[in-house]
C-alpha cells in the first residue's frame, strides 16, 4: 500500500497467492504488470509473466494468446504455433467448435502454418463439414502440398466424395515423396482395384513386396499379396 509499484514485493505477494490457489489474485498482479511492461514495449519481460501465470493457469486461453502474441513479436513463430495449436485443443476438448475455428482463422491471418492448417481442416471434418476443409485446403494449396499430413487429408477427402482421380492424383504426388509408406500404398492399390486397374495394384506393390522378401519380412510381403488377390484371384 505505501508503495504500489515495488515490482519485489508485489511478485511476492502474488507467489503468496499462488501457494494459497488464489489464482484470480496472482492472475490480477501478473497481468497488471505484464501489460505495463507490454505499453513499455518490453515484450521479452511481459511473456516471462504470461508464461508464469500459466504455470498456475494453463486454461486461461486469453493469457495463452498474449504468450503466443509476444513470441511472435520475438520472431520465434515455431514456439507461438505451439501455444495455438494448445489453446485450440483446450477449446476442442470443451467442444466448444466455434471458439476453436475463430482461434485457429486468427492465428492463420499472423502466420500461415501447416500444423494450423490441418488442425482447422480436421475441426471441420468432425463437425462433417468437409466442403468447408477442401475450400480451407484449396485457399493454402501452396502450403498443402510441401505437407503430407495435408496431402493425405486432401486424398481422403477426394475419396470421401468420390473424386477418383483427384484422390490417386494426390497419392501418387504422396508415393513420390515417401515410396514405402505402406499407408498411402494400400489407400492408392485400393483405388486401382476399384478402378479394376489389378496389374496397376501389383505392379505398385511389387518393389515393396520384393524388398520385404529380401529383408525375410516374407509375412508383410504376403500380405501385400493377398491384398490384391482378395480383389481378384486371378
Keep these: 500500500r505505501v508503495s504500489p509499484g515495488d515490482e519485489e514485493a508485489l511478485f511476492k505477494l502474488a507467489e503468496l497467492y499462488v501457494k494459497q490457489n ?6 490480477k498482479i501478473y497481468q497488471a ?14 511473456l516471462a509473466l504470461y508464461k508464469r501465470i500459466l504455470e498456475f493457469d494453463r486454461d486461461n486461453i486469453s493469457i495463452r494468446l498474449q504468450v503466443a502474441e509476444n513470441l511472435l513479436k520475438q520472431s520465434l513463430p515455431k514456439e507461438a504455433i505451439e501455444e495455438y495449436i494448445t489453446a485450440a485443443d483446450s477449446l476442442l476438448n470443451k467442444k466448444d467448435y466455434p471458439g476453436a475455428e475463430k482461434l485457429l482463422l486468427e492465428a492463420l491471418v499472423k502466420v500461415k502454418n501447416a500444423r494450423l492448417i490441418k488442425k482447422l481442416a480436421v475441426l471441420y471434418i468432425i463437425q462433417g463439414q468437409d466442403a468447408k476443409a477442401l475450400k480451407l485446403l484449396g485457399n493454402f494449396n501452396t502450403d498443402v502440398f510441401k505437407s503430407m499430413d495435408l496431402l493425405k487429408i486432401l486424398a481422403e477427402l477426394y475419396l470421401k466424395q468420390n473424386r477418383i482421380d483427384q484422390a490417386e492424383k494426390i497419392y501418387l504426388q504422396i508415393i513420390n515423396k515417401a515410396p ?3 499407408e498411402i500404398l494400400l489407400s492408392l492399390g485400393k483405388i486401382y482395384l476399384q478402378k479394376g486397374e489389378y496389374d496397376g495394384a501389383y505392379r505398385l506393390f511389387l518393389p515393396i513386396v520384393e524388398k520385404r522378401k529380401a529383408e525375410k519380412n516374407f509375412d508383410e510381403a504376403a500380405n501385400l499379396l493377398r491384398f490384391i488377390a482378395a480383389s481378384n484371384e486371378t
Design 22 to 27: 488464489l489464482a484470480v489474485e496472482a492472475n
Design 33 to 46: 504488470a505484464a501489460e505495463k511492461y507490454r505499453r513499455q514495449n518490453d515484450p521479452g519481460k511481459a
Design 180 to 182: 514405402e509408406n505402406i
